[in-house]
T-cell receptor, first 110, second 115 residues
């Protein structure tokens, strides 16, 4: 069993819609969770992180964490074609080492 | 903050040759990580350093792989006797590593092709 699991997609949404990306993790020792965006051929770039149960909002992005269900999600409001990318979910503990999921490909269609 | 720098950006080598990659982290970051990423997969952890100490190495990592961070600044990753399966993007990242939620900042990566 992979430690961090994501649906590889692709997830296709129309421009202006809400994109919902999900992630589950198996290691209950994971304390913080990160969402990275990766464009084809580029390196991952941080979108946001969360370590407390509940929601965290940053602009058009909202991260949600439910430790009891071992579930993390990312909502992207008002999706734009420029949001089309692979979104990586990662979990980490005290060492700072992150374990990544395989990523979900998002396609935002104009 | 000049970001994480990796060199070279691309490397093509023949099977059996040795290759070495360099990573310069963000200057105030004390933790440095190496990851490997193949097409369609997320980054896979290889090893990490806190200052000059190598604190963890993936059990999946072959003995042909070695990493150093001699003065706690830049790091090198060497692959000896390369195999075609080593073809991947090698990513370096750094972090402050002091607080919960300290994010990893990635470099642009070194793309290795073994022919």
């Amino acid at each position: 069993q992979k430690e961090v699991e994501q649906n590889s997609g692709p997830l296709s949404v129309p421009e202006g819609a809400i994109a919902s990306l999900n992630c589950t993790y198996s290691d209950r020792g994971s304390q913080s969770f990160f969402w990275y965006r990766q464009y084809s051929g580029k390196s991952p770039e941080l979108i946001m992180f969360i370590y407390s149960n509940g929601d965290k909002e940053d602009g058009r992005f909202t991260a949600q964490l439910n430790k009891a269900s071992q579930y993390v999600s990312l909502l992207i409001r008002d999706s734009q074609p420029s949001d089309s990318a692979t979104y990586l979910c990662a979990g980490g503990g005290n060492t700072g080492k992150l374990i990544f999921g395989q990523g979900t490909t998002l396609q935002v269609k104009p | 903050d000049t970001g994480v720098s990796q060199d070279p950006r691309h490397k093509i080598t023949k099977r059996g040759q040795n290759v070495t990659f360099r990573c310069d982290p963000i200057s105030e970051h004390n933790r440095l990580y190496w990851y490997r990423q193949t097409l369609g997969q997320g980054p896979e952890f290889l090893t990490y350093f806190q200052n000059e100490a190598q604190l963890e190495k993936s059990r999946l990592l072959s003995d042909r792989f070695s990493a150093e961070r001699p003065k706690g600044s830049f790091s090198t990753l060497e692959i000896q006797r390369t195999e075609q399966g080593d073809s991947a993007m090698y990513l370096c990242a750094s972090s402050l590593g002091q607080t919960l939620g300290s994010p990893l900042h990635f470099g642009n990566g070194t793309r290795l092709t073994v022919t």
